[in-house]
């Protein structure tokens, strides 16, 4: 576990540094083997932050005020400006996860969740995924995420690290990703 780190809601001060990590680990600024690592492929403008600061939806680690980490996790209201989202609440008719019928309103967009390089696989993941669940459970039971098959990170650390479940997969622009799943009532053990 990592000492003396600050969780937070994300604030409009909190912008720059949002950006600022972003921009490290966007997978449009990586080479193939930084790639290899883990990587963000929505990138955030000013005003969609606001937006999602505004519906207290971003979640951050600071180190000495520095931003470390991030999380998003937004309703689709706010996602469906793009259009991987929209397509995945297409599916949800046909999606099954324990007992929930998987709507829009019972459900929200997990991620992006980015870690600076020098802050993972240090135990950071739990306790910001911790601080993120007990805000939005009061909003939503049901948390729902898709990540690209090639990122294999991402992948092993929230199915094994966090538990989520793959429940699907799908294609999207001649890509391949699995959708995920999490029941928020359960605290990360």
């Not at 929200?108 to 601080?131: N, S, V």
């Not at 939005?136 to 479940?165: C, D, G, M, Q």
Request: glycine share 4%; aromatic share 14%; with cysteine.
């Amino acid at each position: 576990m990592i000492e003396n780190i600050q969780l937070e809601v994300a604030k409009l001060r909190d912008i720059d540094g949002i950006l600022a990590l972003q921009e490290l680990y966007l997978v449009s600024n990586l080479s193939e083997e930084e790639k290899a690592s883990g990587f963000v492929t929505t990138p955030f403008s000013i005003p969609q932050l606001t937006e999602v600061i505004a519906q207290e939806g971003l979640f951050l680690a600071k180190d000495n005020n520095k931003i470390i980490a991030y999380i998003f996790a937004g309703g689709w209201d706010f996602f469906n400006q793009w259009p991987i989202f929209n397509y995945m609440t297409t599916l949800f008719p046909d999606l099954k996860f324990l007992d929930f019928d998987i709507t829009t309103t019972n459900s929200f967009q997990y991620g992006p969740i980015c870690i600076h390089k020098a802050y993972r696989g240090k135990g950071l993941i739990k306790p910001l995924f911790e601080f993120m669940r007990t805000h939005i459970v009061k909003r939503y039971p049901l948390a729902l995420t898709f990540i690209n098959k090639t990122n294999i990170p991402s992948t092993k650390a929230h199915a094994e690290k966090l538990k989520w479940t793959i429940i699907a997969d799908f294609q999207f622009n001649k890509n391949n990703y699995f959708i995920l799943a999490y029941d928020m009532n359960q605290p990360v053990s």
